[in-house]
């Protein structure tokens, strides 16, 4: 059998940080690492950035406040302000400032990152790292030009699953300790032709009022007495749904985008949890597919203002809540979270609670009470730049979803608000390498502090 040796073209220019990965975490790191002054390069597998709240529709953001203060700020607060001044962002009467319409992040994200002198190399996967010791000296990718070579000083790996960190020998965690189960994925969708007031009216007779059709949340799990529950027994008994259906439902209004409606759901097949592998993702959009066609059934015969709804956008990405966890320099644990642990080399609050999707669908473990410091309302805790910086490499930082933490901590810092403060950290830092010819251990976690403090960080 003949063996493909496939060619590897080396592209000629270089660069001072490249970013492997350009959604929630990565896009905001190469906008911070451009600003700092680094030439930045981020390679992106689809289109657009901003992955998980551009490409898998989770919107609005989930709050993440202390004393009703955001505790993300910095670069996520310019770019809520720019969604807001092209209609794509809101603020409800509550205060929540979260709302987006998730077309215009791709293009205010784009935005900032080419008006911040950044480069992206879009429609490109990453393939392999090419490594020297504990440094990686160049990335190998994939894309319409076959497999080519890019370099830099710096690497910040914003996969969102480690794959450069853990394919570079990086140890690592996956799912929970015990089964090894990964978090519940979702295929989120949207929904047009909704008759917004309609469905206002309607959901406020069954024990959801809303504020207006511009601010809509709706929602539904099995024995978590919502008001919609016996609308969604009646679903199962008729045949229109299945009782994995109502495991998780939930709706949202979306600025910029009247009569349409975006669902955090359906949640997939108990079985169909991996999202770092392939086979898993593809049988996901299958299953989703499906299980969205339910809904839309059950959508347009029950809930009034849906009758003439159809579905809008199927999200091109999985909604997955975790896979890879990396060993860093620090763990994040459970009990630093319940304590309101602190740091000196800090670069993300965080006050989201512990918050784990289980794909059996026996239980939602989301603890927003209790006798421990972190349920006060005035509590946080913090990230601190040691669990961005993966054991075994030199010039690798993993900032978002994959960060070091545990299995239970991560479900809390997983939010894309803090996936921004993360990536912003690590873009920042990941420039000092460059511009000071050092690892990423030698960049003082005290100093970066201050310096996102003085970028507006809430630090």
């Given at each position: 059998?003949?063996?493909?040796?496939?060619?590897?073209?080396?592209?000629?220019?270089?660069?001072?940080?490249?970013?492997?990965?350009?959604?929630?975490?990565?896009?905001?790191?190469?906008?911070?690492?451009?600003?700092?002054?680094?030439?930045?390069?981020?390679?992106?597998?689809?289109?657009?950035?901003?992955?998980?709240?551009?490409?898998?529709?989770?919107?609005?953001?989930?709050?993440?406040?202390?004393a009703g203060v955001n505790l993300?700020?910095?670069?996520?607060?310019?770019?809520?302000?720019?969604?807001?001044?092209?209609?794509?962002?809101?603020?409800?009467?509550?205060?929540?400032?979260?709302?987006?319409?998730?077309?215009?992040?791709?293009?205010?994200?784009?935005?900032?990152?080419?008006?911040?002198?950044?480069?992206?190399?879009?429609?490109?996967?990453?393939?392999?790292?090419?490594?020297?010791?504990?440094?990686?000296?160049?990335?190998?990718?994939?894309?319409?030009?076959?497999?080519?070579?890019?370099?830099?000083?710096?690497?910040?790996?914003?996969?969102?699953?480690?794959?450069?960190?853990?394919?570079?020998?990086?140890?690592?965690?996956?799912?929970?300790?015990?089964?090894?189960?990964?978090?519940?994925?979702?295929?989120?969708?949207?929904?047009?032709?909704?008759?917004?007031?309609?469905?206002?009216?309607?959901?406020?007779?069954?024990?959801?009022?809303?504020?207006?059709?511009?601010?809509?949340?709706?929602?539904?799990?099995?024995?978590?007495?919502?008001?919609?529950?016996?609308?969604?027994?009646?679903?199962?008994?008729?045949?229109?749904?299945?009782?994995?259906?109502?495991?998780?439902?939930?709706?949202?209004?979306?600025?910029?985008?009247?009569?349409?409606?975006?669902?955090?759901?359906?949640?997939?097949?108990?079985?169909?949890?991996?999202?770092?592998?392939?086979?898993?993702?593809?049988r996901a959009q299958v299953d989703?597919?499906?299980?969205?066609?339910?809904?839309?059934?059950?959508?347009?015969?029950?809930?009034?203002?849906?009758?003439?709804?159809?579905?809008?956008?199927?999200?091109?990405?999985?909604?997955?809540?975790?896979?890879?966890?990396?060993?860093?320099?620090?763990?994040?644990?459970?009990?630093?979270?319940?304590?309101?642990?602190?740091?000196?080399?800090?670069?993300?609050?965080?006050?989201?609670?512990?918050?784990?999707?289980?794909?059996?669908?026996?239980?939602?473990?989301?603890?927003?009470?209790?006798?421990?410091?972190?349920?006060?309302?005035?509590?946080?805790?913090?990230?601190?730049?040691?669990?961005?910086?993966?054991?075994?490499?030199?010039?690798?930082?993993?900032?978002?979803?994959?960060a070091s933490a545990t299995f239970?901590?991560?479900?809390?810092?997983?939010?894309?608000?803090?996936?921004?403060?993360?990536?912003?950290?690590?873009?920042?830092?990941?420039?000092?390498?460059?511009?000071?010819?050092?690892?990423?251990?030698?960049?003082?976690?005290?100093?970066?502090?201050?310096?996102?403090?003085?970028?507006?960080?809430?630090?």
């Open positions: 059998m003949q063996t493909v040796n496939l060619p590897i073209h080396t592209e000629a220019r270089t660069w001072d940080v490249i970013v492997v990965g350009g959604g929630t975490a990565g896009a905001i790191a190469a906008i911070a690492a451009a600003r700092a002054g680094a030439r930045t390069l981020v390679v992106e597998a689809l289109g657009s950035l901003g992955g998980t709240g551009t490409n898998a529709q989770v919107t609005p953001l989930m709050r993440n406040v202390a993300n700020r910095g670069l996520t607060d310019e770019l809520k302000r720019r969604l807001c001044e092209r209609g794509d962002g809101a603020t409800d009467r509550g205060g929540n400032d979260n709302w987006f319409n998730p077309e215009g992040m791709k293009y205010v994200l784009e935005r900032m990152l080419v008006e911040s002198g950044g480069e992206i190399l879009y429609h490109t996967h990453f393939v392999a790292p090419e490594l020297e010791g504990g440094r990686v000296r160049a990335v190998v990718v994939h894309n319409k030009d076959g497999l080519v070579r890019l370099a830099a000083h710096t690497y910040v790996d914003a996969t969102g699953d480690a794959d450069l960190a853990v394919r570079a020998g990086a140890p690592f965690e996956a799912g929970e300790a015990e089964s090894g189960l990964h978090q519940a994925m979702s295929l989120r969708f949207m929904l047009g032709g909704v008759d917004g007031e309609r469905l206002c009216a309607f959901l406020a007779r069954h024990g959801q009022p809303q504020e207006s059709p511009r601010f809509m949340h709706f929602w539904m799990v099995w024995g978590k007495k919502s008001s919609l529950e016996p609308l969604f027994r009646r679903g199962v008994e008729e045949g229109l749904l299945l009782e994995r259906d109502g495991d998780y439902f939930q709706g949202f209004s979306v600025p910029g985008q009247p009569g349409v409606i975006s669902f955090n759901c359906p949640r997939l097949a108990a079985e169909l949890n991996d999202g770092a592998d392939a086979w898993t993702l593809s989703g597919k499906e299980a969205i066609d339910r809904l839309l059934r059950f959508l347009r015969a029950t809930f009034e203002g849906c009758e003439n709804a159809f579905i809008a956008s199927y999200a091109p990405m999985v909604g997955v809540r975790e896979t890879r966890r990396i060993v860093g320099e620090y763990v994040l644990t459970l009990e630093d979270i319940l304590y309101c642990k602190t740091f000196p080399d800090a670069v993300c609050r965080n006050h989201y609670p512990v918050d784990i999707h289980t794909p059996r669908g026996q239980k939602l473990y989301h603890e927003r009470s209790g006798d421990l410091p972190y349920f006060k309302p005035d509590a946080f805790h913090e990230i601190p730049y040691r669990s961005l910086i993966p054991l075994g490499l030199s010039n690798v930082l993993v900032p978002g979803r994959c239970e901590a991560q479900s809390a810092i997983r939010v894309q608000q803090n996936c921004h403060s993360m990536g912003e950290a690590a873009g920042v830092a990941a420039a000092w390498c460059a511009a000071r010819d050092v690892g990423v251990r030698e960049i003082d976690g005290v100093e970066l502090r201050e310096a996102l403090r003085r970028q507006g960080a809430n630090l």
